[in-house]
C-alpha cells in the first residue's frame, strides 16, 4: 500500500483554539481523523505529524524518503521564510504538495512569497481543512500517474 507523510509545521497544534476567523474551528486532531478516514477510503497509508521545530520537520522529511511515497506538506509559517526546508524537500525527490488552510495570497504580503513553491509539484490553500483531503486526492492521482 502506498503510503503519504502529512507534516504540519508550527503553530498549527494551536488550531480550533484560537483565530478562529482565520483558521475555523476543526483542531489538528480533527483534521487528522479526517485524514485518517479519508485514507482508509482511498486505500493508502498516512503518517500525520506535527512539529513546532524547524530540524524535527527536516529530519521527518529525510526519513520519508525511505518511509513514503508522497509528502503533503503545511509548513506554516516556515513556507515564507525556510530555505532549509526548500532543500530537504528537494534533496528526497519526492511528490510533494504544499498546502495551507488560508488563502495565502489574500493575506499580508510576506505571506505570498513561499520558499517551498519551486519543489513542490503542487500547491493547494484556502480551503480550509477540506484542503486535506483535496491534498490527499491529489498526491494519490499524482501516485497512480507514476505506477
Ligand atoms: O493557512 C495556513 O495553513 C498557514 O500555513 C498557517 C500558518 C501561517 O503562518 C501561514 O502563513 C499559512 C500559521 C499557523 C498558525 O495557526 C494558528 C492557529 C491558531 C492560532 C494561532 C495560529
Do not use: W
Not at 53 to 81: F, P, R, V, W
Amino acid at each position: 500500500m502506498q503510503s503519504i507523510l502529512i507534516l504540519n509545521g508550527p503553530n498549527l497544534n494551536l488550531l480550533g483554539q484560537r483565530q478562529p476567523e482565520v483558521y475555523g474551528t476543526t483542531t489538528l486532531d480533527d483534521i487528522g481523523e479526517m485524514c485518517a478516514e479519508h485514507a482508509r477510503r482511498c486505500g493508502v497509508e498516512i503518517e500525520f505529524a506535527q512539529s513546532n521545530h524547524e530540524g524535527a520537520m527536516i529530519d521527518l522529511i529525510h526519513q520519508a524518503k525511505s518511509l513514503h511515497d508522497g509528502i503533503i506538506l503545511n509548513a506554516g509559517a516556515y513556507t515564507h521564510t525556510s530555505v532549509a526546508l526548500h532543500d530537504a524537500l528537494a534533496s528526497v525527490e519526492l511528490p510533494a504538495i504544499e498546502l495551507h488552510l488560508s488563502n495565502v495570497h489574500a493575506r499580508e504580503t510576506f505571506r505570498h512569497r513561499s520558499y517551498l513553491a519551486p519543489v513542490v509539484t503542487g500547491i493547494i490553500c484556502g480551503f480550509g481543512a477540506n484542503g486535506y483531503r483535496l491534498a490527499m486526492d491529489a498526491m494519490c492521482g499524482l501516485l497512480e500517474d507514476s505506477a
